[in-house]
Structures are given as C-alpha cells and as structure tokens.
C-alpha cells in the first residue's frame, strides 16, 4: 500500500488516527483499522484512474514503493510516490469523511464541544479535500504523462457552491 497514515493530514486529517499521550488506544486501533478498510478499497481505485493507460509506470512505482526505505534513493520517484501518497490520503479521506457525514445519530442527540471549538462544515471539508487532491492529480498527471488528463472523475473539481 502506497499511503500511509502520516498521509493524512491538514484537511485530510482524520479524528482519532492517533492516540494522544495518556490516552487509551482502543478508539484509535478501531479508526486505524476503518481508515485501513477504507484505504484498501479505494487506493486501487484511484491508481487505476490515475495511471489509465499506463501499466507499465504503475508497475514501476509499485515496485519501487515495495524497496526498503534506505534502497528508495531516486529523487524523481521519491518525489512522484510522495505526490501520490497525498492525492491517495486526501482521496480516501474524502470518501471517509462522506460516509461519516451521514451515520445515524439517535434522535435529540447532543454532541457536547468545549467552549471554543469551531464547528466544522463535513460537505465543505470534503470538497477542500477533493479540489486539493483534483490539483494535485493534474499537475502530476501533465507532468508525468505530457498531455492533457482523461476525464476520469479524480480530474474534476467539485463546485463549493453546489451551483
């Protein structure tokens, strides 16, 4: 597997994924095991999207992610499996957070927030997620590829708007 879980951060940081000292462990082995699902699933699928037509430079990427650490010394591939594990994390954390979005809570529910925390909007979290890893997949896609990008659903940007 290409991401990990040090991927996911700024907007792509998931809640839990990491135990704060002192903490007990067993909130974040159960997010760490959902997060791993979730990363199972749909890391093939953006690879597949990404790399349309280009089997071989998957294979060869793969490969090189599978070397130890010390042995993955190219610069240009360290450069394009970084690029990768960050539009991997952030389109996980897209479909995680969407599917979190809508889990049932029992009616007359209260989620309790200290006094200053900030309320976050979970549909705009997602879109920043989404536009930041359509960017991404873009830049790298022309640079890699030297021509335009197909029209696979990881190439559009979703409108903030919903317009």
Known sequence: MIVRFVDFKSEARIP????PVGANADINTATQAEVLEYCEKY???????????????????????????????DAEKNSILQSLR???????????????????SGVGAVIMQPQHANRTDIVNKCVAVWNDMVRMARKLHVAMFGYEYPKDEIFHKINFLNL
């Open 43 to 73: 890391e093939p699928q953006f690879l597949e999207m990404f790399y349309r037509k280009h089997d071989a430079e998957l294979e060869e990427i793969l490969a090189y992610n599978e070397l130890p650490e010390e042995q993955q010394t």
């Open 86 to 104: 960050n539009m991997i994390a952030d389109y996980v954390a897209f479909y995680y957070f969407r599917a979190m979005s809508v889990l049932n």
């Open 16 to 19: 839990d994924l990491y135990a």
